[in-house]
Nanobody
Framework: QVQLVESGGGLVQAGGSLRLSCAAS????????MGWFRQATGKEREFVGY????????YYADAVKGRFIIFRDNAKNSVYLQMTSLKPEDTAVYYC?????????????????WGQGTQVTVSS
C-alpha cells in the first residue's frame, strides 16, 4: 500500500534552516507529482509547493517562495523540502502528499495519499 513517511522536523530559531524528507513506497514514485502542505494549530491545511513527476518543474505558495525549495531523488523514492530563512509563522505540521496526477496542484483535492506529518517549530 502507499506509504509516505516524513522526517526532519524539529525546533529551529528564526532565520535558520531545516530540510524535511519524505520517503515514499507502494507506488511508482517517478510517475507521480508530489506536494508539501502544512497545518498550523487552529488553522486549515495550506499548500506549500509541489514538484512534478520528473522534477523539472516546481511551484510554490507566495508565503514560501524564495525561501523554500522542493526537490526529489527518484532513485531513492524521496522528496525533500529545503526550508531557509525560517519565520515563526512557518511553525506547523508539514505533510507530504502524493498527487493523483503526474502534474501537481495547489489544492489538497489533487492529492490522494498523505504522510503522518512532521512538526516544525520556529522560535523567535
Amino acid at each position: 500500500q502507499v506509504q509516505l513517511v516524513e522526517s526532519g522536523g524539529g525546533l529551529v530559531q528564526a532565520g535558520g534552516s531545516l530540510r524535511l524528507s519524505c520517503a515514499a513506497s507502494g507506488f511508482t514514485f517517478s510517475r507521480s507529482a508530489m506536494g508539501w502542505f502544512r497545518q498550523a494549530t487552529g488553522k486549515e491545511r495550506e499548500f506549500v509547493g509541489y514538484i512534478t513527476a520528473g522534477g523539472g518543474y516546481t511551484y510554490y505558495a507566495d508565503a514560501v517562495k524564495g525561501r523554500f525549495i522542493i526537490f526529489r531523488d527518484n532513485a531513492k523514492n524521496s522528496v525533500y523540502l529545503q526550508m531557509t530563512s525560517l519565520k515563526p509563522e512557518d511553525t506547523a505540521v508539514y505533510y507530504c502528499a502524493h498527487a493523483s496526477t503526474t502534474y501537481g496542484r495547489s489544492d489538497s483535492a489533487g492529492y490522494d495519499y498523505w504522510g503522518q506529518g512532521t512538526q516544525v517549530t520556529v522560535s523567535s
